[in-house]
Nanobody, 123 residues
Framework: QVQLVESGGGFVQAGGSLRLSCAAS????????MGWFRQAQGKEREFVAE????????SYADSVKGRFTISRDNAKKTVFLQMNSLKPEDTAVYYC????????????????WGQGTQVTVSS
């Protein structure tokens, strides 16, 4: 099994930036698809971004394209989400996720989840 721990959330003003990190356990990190979801108050969890083990396949939600960048460091067993030009509507709890299967967009249903980290963007 895989354990995921997110960090890097916080409070920022609109237009600002944050970088989220997700540290993973185990020896199989490089073979796992890693990604991020988010859940705003009163709304269902939604897909944000996804990255294959090799880094060769990437998927982003339309709402974050051009602003967010997902990356990974397999040697450090860590995945990142660089969030730029943040908007109030980006406010949500962000969850790191992992699975062996890559599927584009919100049809991806990862097996493993982190505990979540709060991102709040003020206007």
């Amino acid at each position: 099994q895989v354990q995921l721990v997110e960090s890097g959330g916080g409070f920022v003003q609109a237009g600002g930036s944050l970088r989220l990190s997700c540290a993973a356990s185990g020896r199989t990190f490089s073979t796992y698809v890693m990604g991020w979801f988010r859940q705003a108050q009163g709304k269902e969890r939604e897909f944000v971004a996804e990255l294959s083990g090799s880094g060769g396949s990437i998927s982003y939600a339309d709402s974050v394209k051009g602003r967010f960048t997902i990356s990974r460091d397999n040697a450090k067993k860590t995945v990142f989400l660089q969030m730029n030009s943040l908007k109030p509507e980006d406010t949500a709890v962000y969850y790191c996720a992992a699975d062996t299967i890559f599927a584009y967009g919100n049809i991806w249903s990862p097996r493993y989840w982190g505990q979540g980290t709060q991102v709040t963007v003020s206007s």
